[in-house]
């Protein structure tokens, strides 16, 4: 059963777009996207397997399914502000990712959960970053300022106009990139697994099947 904790973990980080990372981002039309990829975000690739992964983690982490256009979006996002602040050499330190993490997943037990697991613990860090950069591109010095929400509001003017230079591809399957947000079409959430991930995960388990075999006595 998921305690009103993790219920509000999950809140949490579905409203980080709101309250932190303003994921509703205007980016520009899809044109389509390489074999094997769920986004293409200027010069960064988002693979079907990062969804795959990133989707396990976490669900694990969080103790519950987020949806694949809700994982998508934020992976779309952090690849926009991260380009957006690199064009602008707006920096991020450490020091400011780790308390912008805790302040995304609410609490000290969730951002534990998401730290002991890689995946998770990078989703979570480029969610932070994004949170933070999307706040210095407004002027504001990162989550502690004052002003915050003045900063984040301008933040996000920034990067809705910086971001029409630059292309966001969605594969078909996962929806379209309307008005800075995937539609919601993505087929199934995050729990499922898609073709791609499957046929590799069958292949690695008769490939151990097959080193578990004896060898032939002669």
């Known amino acids: 059963m998921i305690?009103?904790?993790?219920?509000?973990?999950?809140?949490?980080?579905?409203?980080t777009g709101a309250a932190l990372a303003s994921v509703l981002l205007l980016g520009g039309c899809a044109a389509g996207t390489h074999?094997?990829?769920?986004?293409?975000?200027?010069?960064?690739e988002i693979t079907v397997g990062d969804i795959d992964d990133t989707s396990r983690a976490v669900a694990t982490a969080l103790g519950q399914p987020l949806?694949?256009?809700?994982?998508?979006?934020?992976?779309?996002?952090?690849?926009?502000v991260q380009q957006i602040t690199a064009q602008r050499s707006i920096t991020?330190?450490?020091?400011?990712?780790v308390p912008a993490m805790k302040a995304v997943v609410g609490d000290q037990a969730a951002y534990d959960k998401f730290v002991k697991d890689p995946v998770a613990n990078t989703f979570l860090r480029d969610v932070a970053?994004?949170?933070v950069g999307t706040?210095?591109?407004g002027g504001g010095t990162g989550i502690t300022d004052p002003n915050v929400q003045t900063a984040q509001q301008a933040g996000t003017a920034v990067v809705k106009d910086a971001s029409k230079n630059i292309t966001v591809d969605i594969a078909p399957r996962f929806g379209k990139w309307t008005d800075g947000?995937?539609?919601?079409k993505a087929s199934g959430s995050l729990s499922e697994?898609?073709?791609q991930a499957k046929a590799k995960r069958e292949a690695a388990e008769q490939a151990q099947q097959q080193q578990q075999q004896p060898e032939p006595q002669g």
């Open 181 to 184: 947000t995937i539609d919601g």
């Open 129 to 131: 970053s994004a949170a």
């Open 3 to 15: 305690s009103q904790e993790e219920s509000s973990v999950k809140r949490s980080l579905v409203r």
């Open 67 to 80: 949806t694949t256009s809700q994982i998508l979006g934020e992976l779309v996002n952090s690849a926009l």
């Open 35 to 44: 074999p094997g990829a769920a986004a293409v975000v200027g010069k960064t």
């Open 135 to 137: 706040i210095k591109l």
């Open 193 to 195: 697994e898609s073709a």
């Open 92 to 97: 991020v330190t450490e020091a400011e990712i």
